[in-house]
């Protein structure tokens, strides 16, 4: 047995005793166990696809597993990617998981978090959630892909309804949840049910032997159904809804493990399906992934520019990250398909890479968002503020986080947005037969993405600015504590990952260049060369992040040094903000993150349009003198307010059209059955 | 190996020294124009002695954060001083940091300062970094646009190959992509650098103030770093225009006499660049904050315009 049937093995066994450990009595043992048992199943993870990516392969099948068809598992470095990615999300949040729950004991009076977190449910759902999420990619059949993603689906909407007792928004957003991920699986499903009928086999090998041979149109329809259902997945406009709804509702640990693993198997499917078994595709197909990637992007980040909730926040910025790897892909696929290779290998590259990056700063995000949450019970920036004395070690950490969220040097962010501009500034050719579609979308793809890393710098500095840093602008905010130790240390191994991927990228960048090797369209190459500096193979390009960051802290410690010098060098004193010459500012009237986000925000109306509310209240003795002034703005998702209700409208219209044909009368259901009958032989006797 | 290692320490050197006295230069051609006398081309260079003497202060409740933004900046500035092309094309730290990586890093300075802005806990910090941040996320694709345009015909986005690229075949600079594109990116340095119409930079009037809001809380050495960063910036998107437009004189090997020859065009380029955006805001006002948009817009336009051109017209 290999070492990734092994890692395999131990994430089912970890998953099984899961189960078991939902009998023990006591909530805090089992808090304690259910995190160690996350941490196993990452930990199998890790193992199974570092094996992977190195090159070993595993298949193994179990009969009479699945009832009409077999359990098939095969793992080649496409799932070894995938399979190593969730892994090293569990084993973080795993350890993370530990400390969330308990109550911190030396706040008095405040609310006790939900009892959701240590119900036996939930408690049982987060290592069988993480073991799906860590088995789909492996999946080597159709039936046995489906059926592991529809058990992530189900085990992660347990999780995301944890606490729907004490919150009514929870129920709220369990139903989107399951409403768009069952939308989603519908379309996989027949997506992969015409493939594997129009192939005679439902194998994935087999499968990808017979695609090519299928007519274009076949292609084409089971392309873009699979792209409809793993977009939604990915969280891409205008499938996104569920995430902005689901991710700030759920547990911080599973916002988590859902923002930065599970997105991410949307671009497996897309991958798998797209490049590998149906090898390549013509050129539209990745023209309109690019399409759809950009506008999720723009979308993403505008909407996280806006939001206040720094979950939701969060969850509009998955959206955003995972738009521009879709540009990626979709660019790749675009060069791909006319038989740039170069230029393919170069921008799968960068949007792999950025899957990994965002993965590792996605996952410190959640976490730091729930260590606040822990010990704040706040969301809302605009109630935060002064954290950065009060929790120090999160602050950082979450500082780390924001640096590579915002894609800025010497974060790890910067680097795979780098790769991906350069694939996309690579994409003229200096001389060579002018493409009309290139030339128009490559420009515009650059300043989609542009923007959207100019908005996200907007975005993060928001977020930690005004939730970290001055002063406290509430009582539940001046009274946080540092969170436990464990939530610590799980925020602090994924810290050190980004910080590992920002300052030696190049040991990332060789692991990730083999996938290529499963994209028959891309084939086997290495897209970047160097050592200390990452220079570009077959272009002209090269940028070092290691001397980037030592030249920053370098310059830092000239500047300080010699400051100090030419300086009187007397100490630095604290004193009051300067208030106009008159009052002491309170924290009232620092900025909020509303107030910060507003000159954006109307510059962007027209996408946006936020709801402003002005209530003005006066004194009874006068009209003319005013008691308080509350203001409100509120910014919706447009998408979500004008696209769906027509939707939701018209199913609720079919239902009660349903509710016709049940009328209570047993003649007509009787009669129902023999229509059905002779409609059935009838159907049989004309095709047989 | 010696030399091109002299290059960058001098290069770096210059761009220091002669921030400062860019600054002054650029407020005597104003005062001069408005019919004043001035305060003549050292003062910039006493104010940052002045303040070097005083006491810094920190406000209540504000971080670590507060006190490392303008050593951030500073060392952004100086660490695009050393690796960007702007006296010899022929540094050693050339590959580490392209156009993009430039652009990240001024990036960061501002990033850094809009950050101190927040924990200083003031109404006017938070402004004046909602302002800088907005500025500066709508003037990233045009930068990004029109540098793709300046690329397209390279087939890099290194500077150096950029600016020896354009000293070899002098006839692209009078293409219309790198016309399109050098207006583009002239809004642009005036954006970034805080200039009329976008910023004030004379103002101390609150509400209309976008990087004195910012900064307003500093002082003593903490406010001298943030000068002499914020002018070193100037200095550098300035001194980028000029040798990616203007690219004669820059050295291409590194021997004493065109290092020294490559110094002094560099200087007098940036003096005259400075001297005609001193001039040009004798004629203007301020334009208020929401219209800058439109401006970013407009030459987001030229940049797209920039390479459809050298797409469409090579």
């Not at chain 1, 492996?138 to 689906?153: I, K």
């Not at chain 1, 109307?602 to 209530?615: A, I, M, N, T």
Request: glycine share 10%; with cysteine; aromatic share 6%.
């Amino acid at each position: 047995m290999t070492l990734v049937g092994a890692g395999l093995l131990l994430v089912s066994c970890a998953a099984g005793l899961a189960l078991l450990m939902a009998m023990a009595p006591s909530a805090r043992t089992r808090g304690f166990v259910s995190g160690a048992l996350t941490c196993l199943v990452g930990l199998g993870g890790v193992l199974a696809g570092s094996a992977a990516l190195l090159g070993s392969t595993w298949s193994a099948t179990a009969t009479h597993l699945l009832p009409l068809s077999q359990g098939e598992l095969t793992v080649d470095r496409l799932s070894g990617l995938f399979v190593f990615l969730v892994g090293a999300v569990a084993l973080a949040t795993g350890v993370y998981s530990m400390g969330y729950p308990q109550a911190p004991r030396h706040v008095e009076g405040m609310v006790q978090p939900a009892h959701g977190t240590t119900s036996r449910t939930a408690q049982a759902a987060l290592p069988l959630f993480a073991a799906a999420m860590v088995l789909v990619p492996t999946a080597g059949n159709v039936t046995t892909f489906l059926v592991l993603w529809e058990l992530m689906a189900l085990v992660s909407l347990a999780l995301v309804l944890t606490e729907h007792r004490s919150r009514p928004e929870v129920g709220q957003a369990g139903i989107w949840y399951a409403a768009m991920t069952h939308a989603g699986l519908v379309a996989i499903l027949l997506a992969l049910v015409i493939l594997s009928t129009e192939a005679g086999s439902e194998s994935f090998a087999e499968i990808r032997d017979t695609a090519p041979a299928l007519s274009s149109g076949t292609q084409s329809l089971v392309f873009v159904l699979s792209f409809v259902g793993f977009g939604s997945k990915a969280g891409l406009v205008p499938l996104h809804v569920w995430l902005p709804r689901a991710h700030p509702e759920a547990p911080s640990y599973v916002s988590a493990l859902m923002s930065a693993a599970m997105v991410n198997l949307g671009l497996y499917g897309v991958l798998r399906v797209g490049f590998d078994l149906l090898g390549g595709g013509p050129r539209w197909w990745w023209l309109l992934v690019l399409g759809v990637g950009a506008l999720s992007a723009l979308y993403g980040v505008l909407q996280a520019m806006a939001a206040t909730d720094l979950k939701r926040l969060l969850a509009y910025s998955t959206t955003e990250n995972l738009g521009l790897i879709f540009v990626g892909v979709g660019a790749a696929g675009t060069f791909a398909a006319t038989g740039q290779r170069t230029l393919a290998g170069l921008l799968m590259l960068a949007a792999v890479l950025h899957t990994v990056n965002h993965a590792a700063f996605k996952t410190l995000l959640f976490m730091g968002a729930g260590a606040v949450l822990r010990s704040t019970h706040l969301r809302d920036l605009d109630a935060m503020g002064g954290l950065a004395r009060r929790m120090p070690f999160t602050t950082a950490f979450v500082g780390i986080g924001a640096l590579a969220a915002s894609g800025l040097p010497p974060g790890n962010g910067f680097v795979s947005e780098w790769l991906l501009l350069q694939g996309l500034i690579h994409s003229l050719p200096v001389s060579g037969t002018p493409d009309v579609a290139v030339a128009i979308v490559m420009p515009l793809a650059v300043g989609a993405v542009a923007l959207t890393a100019g908005l996200g710098v907007a975005t993060f500095v928001k977020a930690f600015g005004v939730g970290f840093l001055a002063r406290p602008r509430s009582a539940e905010a001046a009274a946080a504590a540092e969170v436990p130790g464990t939530m610590r240390v799980g925020m602090a191994a994924a810290a050190v990952a980004c910080g590992l991927l920002a300052l030696a990228p190049l040991a990332p960048v060789r692991a990730l260049e083999s996938v290529l090797g499963v994209m028959p369209s891309i084939g086997d190459r290495r897209p970047v060369q160097g050592a200390v500096e990452l220079r570009l193979s077959g272009i002209t390009g090269s940028m070092s992040p290691l001397l980037i960051a030592l030249g920053l802290a370098g310059g830092a410690v000239l500047a300080t040094v010699v400051v100090r010098g030419l300086g009187s060098g007397r100490p630095r004193r604290t004193a009051l903000v300067w208030g106009c010459g008159g009052t002491r500012l309170s924290p009232r009237m620092q900025y909020t993150a509303t107030a910060y986000a507003e000159p954006l925000t109307r510059v962007f109306d027209d996408v946006l349009r936020p709801e402003h509310d002005v209530d003005v209240t006066h004194y009874q003795e006068s009209r003319y003198l005013v008691e308080s002034v509350r203001y409100r703005q509120r910014v919706s998702d447009r998408l979500e307010t004008r696209l769906y209700p027509p939707l939701l409208a018209a199913a609720n219209r079919w239902g009660q059209m349903a509710r016709r044909l049940q009328d209570g009368s047993v003649h007509r259901y009787l009669a129902y059955g023999l229509v059905g009958l002779l409609l059935v032989l009838m159907a049989l006797g004309v095709t047989a | 190996m010696a030399w091109p290692v002299a290059g960058v320490v001098l290069q770096v050197f210059v761009v220091v020294a002669g921030a400062p006295v860019l600054i002054a230069l650029m407020r005597q051609v104003r005062a001069r124009l408005e019919g004043r006398v001035g305060a003549g081309l050292s003062q910039p260079w006493r104010d940052l002695r002045k303040q070097l003497a005083k006491e810094p202060m920190a406000p209540d409740g504000s971080t670590v954060l507060f006190t490392t933004a303008p050593v951030v900046v500073l060392s952004s500035a100086l660490l695009i001083a050393a690796t960007a092309p702007f006296v010899s094309t022929t540094s050693p730290l050339d590959g580490m940091a392209d156009l993009y990586a430039v652009v990240a890093l001024l990036l960061v300075g501002s990033t850094a300062l809009a950050l101190a802005g927040l924990d200083t806990g003031s109404a006017f910090g938070g402004m004046g970094s909602s302002r800088t941040l907005t500025v500066a996320a709508l003037a990233e694709p045009t930068l990004l646009v029109a540098g793709f345009a300046l690329s397209v015909r390279v087939g890099s986005s290194n500077l150096a190959s950029l600016v020896e690229h354009a000293q070899r075949a002098p006839s692209t600079i009078f293409s219309p992509a790198t016309l399109l594109a050098a207006v583009a990116l002239w809004i642009v340095v005036v954006a970034e650098t805080g200039r009329l119409p976008v910023d004030n930079p004379a103002t101390h009037l609150e509400l209309t103030m976008i990087h004195e809001a910012t900064i307003l809380e500093y002082a003593g050495r903490d406010l001298a770093v943030v000068e002499l960063g914020s002018a070193i910036r100037l200095v550098i998107l300035l001194g980028l225009w000029g040798n990616l437009f203007l690219p004669w004189g820059v050295a291409t090997t590194s021997t004493p006499g065109l290092l020294a020859l490559g110094a002094i065009v560099f200087a007098a380029k940036v003096a005259v660049l400075g001297s005609v955006l001193a001039a040009s805001e004798v004629l203007m006002a301020k334009w208020r904050l929401f219209r800058v948009p439109e401006l970013l817009a407009g030459s987001f336009l030229f940049g797209v315009l920039a390479v459809s051109s050298s797409f469409f017209l090579a």
